[in-house]
């Protein structure tokens, strides 16, 4: 009997996770995840301090204005 493409994709993506998937060990994923917040820490001030660079630039500017 023919067996339905869904349920053998299911079946060899189930296999693929189980038998080649490597998965980290806890080590390396506690690492990780420390990289991921410094990085995302690095990225929110950067983005605060271009934030607040542009904020007193545009209050100098709407006040030359006025």
């Given at each position: 009997m023919k067996k339905y493409k869904l349920l053998t994709d299911i079946e060899e993506s189930y296999?693929?996770?189980?038998h080649k998937v490597s998965w980290p060990t806890r080590k390396e994923l506690v690492n990780s995840t420390?990289?991921?917040m410094v990085a995302s820490i690095i990225s929110a001030?950067?983005?605060?301090?271009v934030d607040l660079?542009?904020?007193?630039i545009m209050e100098r500017i709407y006040n030359l204005a006025l």
């Open positions: 296999n693929e996770l189980v420390i990289v991921v001030i950067a983005i605060w301090l660079g542009i904020n007193f």
